[in-house]
């Protein structure tokens, strides 16, 4: 067989994935091609990704972030180092920030993935903005980075988008950082001020240093 | 990466019994380790069984007073949880000061004991590792080892425990419950991880094929004030040069209880054992402290590049005692 096998379930985004083969297992690290792969080493699993099913046969080397950008397409997530050092490939795993590139596939039959392209869908119709030259629409924090200008070449900014979507929400859930006052009460919501952001937001590096913009995008956008 | 085969055991029974039936198998926590360690083929597992989804998760209450945490509870969800910063603050502590959040969203407590040591040489396979292959030499002992050990070395082996969480278990009595085959067992944190020793290629007290299914956390610690200091070359997502976790017990102005761990210094969470018991009986003061902390330093033999470890270790003791000391110290 050919490529991952891959069958899409609802929606009109389904389309077949048609891979090349790529060179056996062995050659390639990154678990694309199934080839001469033996049977036990491949798996099937099934994923929800930005609300649409997707059931696909793979490698069990997969990692998502490599099956979201070669299997699916969704080539928002980035590959910065591959090791979990970078935060490029974040996105949302059943509503939680997370490092895509040390995920297995296989581990995640069930689960519900959003990437950086189903962002706007997460938020409330009314607070969805209208995309450039009406373009797609936008999550109401990637308007936040287009007004206060928080990137220069772009190559981290989705999985800064994804972190910090994830971050609001953990600190509207109470959780603590490392600069959290320990006395502070558990389970009531931790104000973002700009260290809290800069702590949260840490394991997303940005080789162009935009960091000020990126804590000023996401104070604007504050619950 | 090798091709492996992948295993979800559905109890804890079927994932010691799967690792039985496929020898050099790896159980599969948050990843975030293992995965990583597979890419760059240090980490070569025929078989992946997968315990992250095991009934293993959760904080509960023992009848004691103590509290237990599942293996497979993540690190975010272990340092938010209310009994855990209410009554161990250091664990709390120590696992907001661990890798990113992203990473805390993955990591689980078995993972985060198990995780394997960031010496670059052990990460190479191109590079000679007694760690990674036994009798091939120890590169850093001549090598780069800034990031290396000042406790407990050998000359096969000079590389340091990363985690940080372990660092506070190890200060706040803590064990490890562990299931195999020969059934179930509990180990002290602090004696969890070894010394390299002669034989750097294990690091724990394991057995082969032994699950971690939590961890529990004591009733005499419970409560009482603790602390967790680290220094590390960036001020947020990265691993410690050196830390300090501290539990301080403090009674008609006599130090009761100490538990003291520094971390990033020594292949496990070091406890500071002889500035414990020089402590307990004593006045919580400066001076005492630092009579204390000193005794344990005199033990450390830092390598070629590494001696600023030393000091660095104790300014981080000094700051996280006399930090608890003045909460605890009752009126004269
Ligand atoms: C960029 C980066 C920065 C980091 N910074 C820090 C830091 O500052 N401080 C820090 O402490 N850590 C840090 N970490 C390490 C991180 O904490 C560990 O990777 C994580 O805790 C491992 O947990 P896991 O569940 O993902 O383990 P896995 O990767 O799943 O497993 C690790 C090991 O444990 C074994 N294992 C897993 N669960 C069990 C179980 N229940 N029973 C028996 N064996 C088991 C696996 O077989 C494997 O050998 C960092 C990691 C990265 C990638
Ligand atoms: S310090 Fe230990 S892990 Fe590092 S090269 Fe030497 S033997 Fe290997
Ligand atoms: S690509 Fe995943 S963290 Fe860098
Ligand atoms: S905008 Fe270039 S890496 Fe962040």
Redesign the interface.
């Known amino acids: 067989m050919d490529g991952p096998h891959h069958e899409t379930g609802t929606g009109d985004r389904a389309r077949e994935s048609a891979r090349p083969t790529g060179p056996g ?2 050659a390639s ?1 990154g ?1 694309g091609a199934l080839g001469t ?2 049977d ?2 491949r ?1 099937t699993t099934t994923l929800r990704v930005n609300g649409v099913s997707h059931t696909l046969t793979v ?3 997969r ?1 998502l972030l490599d099956l979201l950008r070669e299997d699916l397409d969704l080539v928002g997530a980035k590959k910065g180092c ?3 050092q970078c ?1 490029a490939c ?1 996105v949302l ?1 059943d509503g ?4 895509s590139c ?3 596939a ?2 995640l ?1 069930g689960c519900e993935v959003t990437t950086v392209e189903g962002l706007p869908a997460l938020a409330p119709p009314e607070d969805r903005e209208d995309g450039e030259n009406g373009g797609d629409p936008l999550h109401p924090l990637q308007r936040a980075f287009l007004e206060r200008d928080a990137f220069q070449c772009g190559y981290c900014t989705p999985g800064q988008l994804c ?1 910090a979507v ?2 609001i929400a ?1 600190a509207v ?6 600069v ?1 006052d ?1 006395a502070a009460p ?2 009531e919501p931790v104000p973002l001020t700009r260290e809290e952001i ?7 590096l940005c080789r162009c240093a935009a960091y000020p913009h990126i804590v000023e995008a996401v104070e604007d956008v504050l619950p | ?6 295993l ?1 055991a559905g109890s804890v029974e079927e994932a010691v019994d799967a690792h039985a039936a496929h020898p050099g198998a790896r159980y ?1 926590g ?3 380790n293992l ?2 360690l597979m ?1 760059l083929e240090v980490e070569r597992p025929p078989v ?1 069984i ?1 315990v ?1 989804r095991l009934p293993l998760e959760g904080v509960r209450e023992l009848p004691e007073g103590g509290l237990w945490a599942g293996a497979t509870v993540r690190n ?1 969800d272990l ?2 949880h ?1 009994a855990v ?2 009554r161990y ?1 250091a664990l ?2 120590a696992l ?2 661990g ?5 805390r ?2 990591a689980t407590t078995g993972g985060n004991l198990l995780q394997r040591t960031r010496c670059p040489y052990f990460q190479d396979v191109t590079k000679p590792c007694n760690k990674r292959e036994p009798g091939s030499g120890c590169g850093a002992l001549e090598g780069v080892h800034r990031d290396h050990a000042v406790f407990g070395h050998s000359r096969h082996c000079v590389a340091t425990h990363p985690s940080d969480m372990a660092v506070a278990l190890a200060a706040l009595d803590a064990r490890v419950e562990l299931y195999g085959t020969e059934g179930r067992r509990t180990v002290p944190v602090a004696e969890f991880h070894r010394l390299p020793g002669e034989h750097p290629e294990r690091d724990t007290e394991i057995r082969p094929g032994e699950l971690i299914t939590g961890v529990v956390l004591p009733a005499a610690t419970a409560g009482l004030p603790s ?1 967790y200091r680290k220094a590390r070359d960036r ?3 990265a691993f410690a040069l050196a830390s300090v976790a501290a539990v301080l017990e403090v009674a008609d102005g006599v130090v009761r209880r100490a538990g003291i761990a520094f971390g990033g210094v020594a292949h496990r969470p070091w406890r500071a054992r002889r500035a414990e018991e020089a402590l307990v009986g004593a006045a919580p003061t400066e001076d005492a402290f630092e009579h204390a902390v000193d005794l344990e330093l005199a033990a450390a033999s830092p390598l070629r590049d590494n001696a600023f470890k030393v000091p660095l270790t104790r300014g981080l003791a000094l700051d996280v005692l006399t930090r608890l000391a003045p909460r605890t110290a009752s009126p004269a």
């Open positions: 297992p062995g690290g678990g792969l033996p036990a080493c798996s490698d069990n080397r990692v591959d090791h979990g935060g974040t795993l939680r920030r997370v490092n040390l995920l297995p296989v581990a039959d972190s994830g971050a953990e859930a109470g959780h603590p950082s490392h959290t320990p558990s389970g800069r702590e949260r937001l840490s394991g997303n | 990466m090798k091709p492996f085969a992948y979800r599969l948050g990843g975030t995965i990583d890419k992946l997968d992250s975010s340092a938010a209310p910063r209410d603050p709390s502590e907001l000061a890798a990113s959040g992203q990473l969203n993955v602390a001020a947020s997502y």
